[in-house]
């Protein structure tokens, strides 16, 4: 293969996405739309990728900081042809192929750009390969035009399209490999004479053309991958077909996902061998599932790490939390940022944790809030238990020993700490540190008043 560079095309404001976010930083499964011609060009190994931003310039480059990776400043948008000729003094001195994509061609895959490169052939090949597809509604799209041997002849946009053209349902797909020494010198001749006055990319075909150069389209059969993102109607598509080819990955791989069109995995989320995910999950950034855990239905899994043989039970929310080997989790659990809990631990129904390190075998089984807390191996934290860690002002830690017991109902009033095998008496409020081995209570005296209810009712 020859030396490869790139442009990646991702200055345009999206209009039709009716949006002041960037429309190549929409996600997709997600990662920004832009992320996946980025990576792919990674993996293709090109020597230099120059990406023509100019909408949310600040957010694009923000977004994607990388040493690899050189922006161009589209300022004013004159077309494709002008961002391919602003990119290109970036490439001062470059000999080899410019793969030229779109940032909002997100479901585009390594086995088509490689057919492409092929077609290309290297130095002897065609000056100039593209990739078209067949489209029934082919409107808003510009038009491979052929000549009598079926051989390319040009691309005509399509508002310059006359009435026989506009019948041409082949379009072109906006993704050209190009010799870079061809692209330098004809970059600078193109003309902005059409419907809407801007420096049109896909001119250079009929330049190529014309001079005697030979000129391929590769017809891609699944318009769906190469085609743009330009609304959120086919932004919602492109996230569905990218579900779908993250899920179909993982179940070849060996993980059962029983109704992948309604379970959401991101981009890049790993899965260990023989789990099970039930509909209606959501798998999301950078998150990590050992073998052999069940996801019940409902459950979101946000940045968090689950080790081996853990089950999350329905509609458990877990963001920022690292869970070791055999947890059980949920059902309705509410795991917020900044916990570890340890190996064999339960942490049951209606039960929020939150920045909370849970030892080994630790269990709080029902209703409790665990915040800002330190709590050792083999604790019971009955229901109802709140670490009360917030005055108001600041926010304070609750320590909790290995082997303690914590009744149900219990106020644990940070900062305090309650000693290796303790006990805390149900409904008791501790307020001062509990020694190890002791037992502590604060439940009123209770009092019996016989005959109470009749003498009410007679006042009634």
Not at 159 to 170: A, F, M, S, T, Y
Not at 171 to 179: H, P, R, T
Not at 296 to 318: F, L, P
Not at 353 to 366: C, D, E, L
């Given at each position: 293969m020859r030396n490869l560079s790139a442009i990646v095309l991702a200055a345009g404001k999206g209009t039709r996405m009716k949006s002041t976010i960037p429309k190549v930083l929409h996600p997709v499964a997600g990662k920004p739309m832009l992320f996946y011609p980025l990576n792919l060009l990674k993996e293709l190994g090109a020597r230099k990728v120059v990406a023509v931003v100019g909408f949310g310039k600040d957010s694009v480059k923000a977004a994607f900081p990388s040493d690899n990776l050189t922006f161009a400043l589209q300022e004013d948008q004159l077309g494709t042809g002008h961002a391919v000729s602003i990119a290109l003094k970036h490439l001062k001195g470059f000999s080899g192929d410019v793969l030229i994509l779109s940032g909002d061609v997100p479901l585009i895959t390594k086995g088509t750009v490689t057919a492409l490169i092929k077609m290309r052939g290297g130095a002897k090949g065609p000056v100039l390969s593209f990739i078209s597809t067949v489209l029934e509604n082919p409107s808003g799209y510009g038009r491979v035009?052929?000549?009598?041997?079926?051989?390319?002849?040009?691309?005509?946009?399509?508002?310059?399209?006359?009435?026989?053209?506009?019948?041409?349902?082949?379009?072109?797909?906006?993704?050209?490999?190009?010799?870079?020494?061809?692209?330098s010198v004809n970059i600078k001749k193109l003309g902005k004479k059409n419907a809407q006055g801007e420096y049109y990319l896909p001119d250079i075909v009929e330049m190529a053309v014309e001079q005697g150069r030979k000129v391929t389209a590769l017809t891609h059969i699944d318009p769906y991958e190469v085609m743009g993102i330009n609304n959120r109607v086919?932004?919602?598509?492109?996230?569905?077909?990218?579900?779908?080819?993250?899920?179909?990955?993982?179940?070849?791989?060996?993980?059962?996902?029983?109704?992948?069109?309604?379970?959401?995995?991101?981009?890049?989320?790993?899965?260990?061998?023989?789990?099970?995910?039930?509909?209606?999950?959501?798998?999301?950034?950078?998150?990590?599932?050992?073998?052999?855990?069940?996801?019940?239905?409902?459950?979101?899994?946000?940045?968090?790490?689950?080790?081996?043989?853990?089950?999350?039970?329905?509609?458990?929310?877990?963001?920022?939390?690292?869970?070791?080997?055999?947890?059980?989790i949920g059902p309705f659990a509410r795991l917020r940022p900044g916990n570890l809990i340890g190996d064999s631990a339960r942490i049951g129904?209606?039960?929020?944790?939150?920045?909370?390190?849970?030892?080994?075998?630790?269990?709080?089984?029902?209703?409790?809030?665990?915040?800002?807390?330190?709590?050792?191996?083999?604790?019971?934290?009955?229901?109802?238990?709140?670490t009360c860690n917030y005055d108001g002002v600041k926010k304070y830690q609750t320590i909790i020993e290995d082997g303690a017991f914590i009744g149900s109902d219990t106020q644990l009033v940070a900062p305090v700490k309650v000693g290796k095998n303790a006990y805390v008496g149900s409904g008791t409020t501790v307020t001062k540190d509990v020694l190890p081995g002791s037992l502590v209570i604060t439940r009123a005296p209770e009092k019996v008043i016989e005959g109470w209810s009749k003498r009410k009712m007679k006042k009634g």
């Open positions: 035009v052929r000549d009598k041997n079926n051989a390319v002849a040009r691309i005509v946009e399509d508002k310059d399209c006359g009435p026989l053209q506009k019948r041409i349902n082949e379009v072109n797909a906006g993704i050209y490999l190009v010799d870079y020494d061809f692209l086919e932004l919602a598509k492109a996230n569905k077909l990218m579900r779908q080819r993250i899920s179909e990955g993982l179940m070849l791989s060996g993980i059962s996902i029983l109704d992948p069109d309604n379970t959401y995995i991101d981009y890049g989320v790993k899965v260990g061998l023989d789990t099970v995910i039930y509909p209606g999950v959501r798998l999301s950034g950078n998150t990590e599932v050992g073998q052999r855990c069940v996801i019940e239905e409902g459950s979101i899994i946000i940045d968090s790490s689950i080790g081996e043989g853990s089950a999350v039970k329905s509609y458990t929310i877990m963001e920022s939390t690292k869970a070791g080997k055999g947890v059980s129904n209606f039960v929020e944790v939150k920045k909370t390190s849970i030892g080994k075998g630790s269990k709080a089984n029902h209703l409790s809030y665990l915040g800002d807390s330190i709590i050792g191996a083999g604790v019971n934290i009955g229901a109802g238990t709140i």
